[in-house]
């Protein structure tokens, strides 16, 4: 369902203007502020996405010749991705590169992983998740 109330969180590293829900906005600046305290900083790649953005995503794909089943793999179909609910962000830090597994070699994901949960996020596709979506230690989600 698509989030339906959202509040600015800033730019993510490419400047473009980010939102989420107000509760997950309000998570989410508390969690970077503890992080920054700990010389962490947790930077948004990705928050709110709607249905038509996400069906921007599956479509360049296909045009680029990339399989549906693979496709689905690593990007949820328009209507299903935790994006649409203005509750996840795509987190990266400085030095690593955007939506890569070495994103869990960062002390930002060390920290998130230690901490996250203190704020009511979690990350949403751990390696091996029942949902048979691609490991992302970067995909993060407030439950609340």
């Not at 400047?15 to 947790?42: C, H, I, N, T």
């Not at 360049?60 to 689905?72: N, V």
């Not at 230690?137 to 609340?144: D, T």
Request: glycine share 8%.
């Amino acid at each position: 369902m698509e989030a339906s109330r959202l509040v600015s969180i800033g730019p993510d590293v490419f400047q473009r203007e980010q939102f989420l829900a107000p509760g997950a906005a309000k998570a989410w600046r508390s969690m970077a502020d503890s992080a920054v305290s700990d010389k962490v900083e947790l930077q948004v790649v990705s928050a709110f996405r709607s249905f038509d953005y996400q069906e921007g995503i599956i479509r360049r794909k296909l045009e680029k010749g990339q399989a549906i089943g693979d496709i689905l793999q690593v990007s949820a179909a328009p209507g299903y991705s935790e994006h649409h609910t203005g509750r996840a962000l795509d987190i990266t830090t400085p030095g690593f590169a955007v939506l890569e597994e070495e994103f869990e070699a960062s002390d930002a994901f060390a920290w998130l992983t230690a901490h996250a949960k203190q704020f009511g996020f979690r990350m949403s596709f751990p390696r091996g998740n029942p949902h048979g979506v691609a490991y992302e230690p970067w995909h993060w989600a407030w439950r609340g």
